[in-house]
């Protein structure tokens, strides 16, 4: 077992784009702007609100827009955060069953991450719950996780970071972690194994099993 795991949040232990989704074309309609569909939203999901917003927009966006937009999108997702967000099949009974030290290292604002997992009963299973807001730089920094190993006493070649996007790949292997891709949230494996990832997953299975073995 690890000395800690590192798990990034959407895409990753929870199915969250449905209302990340909502929340976003809610904050477009408030700005006369067209609406996205979700398999879009989904491709946008990863570096923050801040370029969620953006790409949503499209190119060529007024900083000053794209502020007004970050507004207006977590005043709606405050009200639909947790409409349909679950958590992935099977991730529960994969929290329950590790023993290593845990944390949630996402993107999404920290106040957001911890009422979502909160919400799914999920917050007890963390040692420590970071968002893109919680430390000096976010992913594909490799600060997040770095501070992560510190605060939970692990040496970084002795943690795993899980993740479902290029940016969790790039940091975790910039902290000197190893890094573990799954499949059933934004990027291929391909873009994963580009980006660094060590080990690519198809299930949560396999996840536990990547975990639990030598």
């Known amino acids: 077992m690890p000395d800690?795991?590192?798990?990034?949040?959407d895409g990753t232990l929870i199915d969250s784009a449905g209302d990340i989704a909502t929340a976003a074309n809610?904050?477009?309609?408030?700005?006369?702007?067209?609406?996205?569909?979700?398999?879009?939203?989904?491709?946008?999901?990863?570096?923050?609100?801040?370029p969620l917003m953006e790409r949503c927009m499209g190119t060529s966006i007024e900083p000053a827009t794209v502020d007004e937009a970050v507004t207006r999108f977590r005043v709606h997702y405050e009200t639909c955060a947790l409409d349909t967000t679950s958590?992935?099949?099977?991730?529960?009974?994969?929290?329950?069953?590790?023993?290593?030290?845990?944390?949630?290292?996402?993107?999404?604002?920290?106040?957001?991450?911890?009422?979502i997992l909160e919400g799914l009963n999920?917050?007890?299973?963390?040692?420590?719950?970071?968002?893109?807001?919680?430390?000096?730089?976010?992913?594909p920094s490799p600060i997040p996780f770095t501070?992560?190993?510190?605060?939970?006493?692990?040496?970084?070649?002795?943690a795993v970071v899980v993740g479902d996007g290029r940016q969790d790949m790039i940091a975790g292997k910039a902290a000197g972690c190893r890094a573990v891709g799954?499949?059933?949230?934004?990027?291929?494996?391909?873009?994963?194994?580009?980006?660094?990832?060590?080990?690519?997953?198809?299930?949560?299975?396999?996840?536990?099993?990547t975990l639990s073995g030598p």
């Open 147 to 158: 501070h992560a190993c510190t605060r939970l006493g692990a040496r970084p070649d002795r």
């Open 26 to 50: 809610r904050a477009l309609e408030d700005m006369g702007r067209p609406a996205r569909t979700e398999l879009e939203v989904r491709g946008f999901i990863g570096d923050g609100v801040s």
């Open 122 to 139: 999920a917050a007890r299973w963390f040692d420590l719950v970071g968002g893109g807001d919680t430390f000096e730089k976010r992913k």
């Open 87 to 115: 958590l992935f099949p099977g991730v529960g009974t994969l929290l329950e069953t590790l023993s290593a030290p845990m944390a949630v290292i996402s993107n999404k604002p920290e106040g957001f991450c911890r009422r």
């Open 182 to 209: 799954v499949l059933w949230g934004q990027a291929s494996e391909d873009q994963l194994r580009m980006a660094g990832a060590d080990t690519v997953v198809e299930t949560v299975d396999a996840l536990l099993g």
């Open 4 to 9: 800690a795991i590192l798990f990034d949040l």
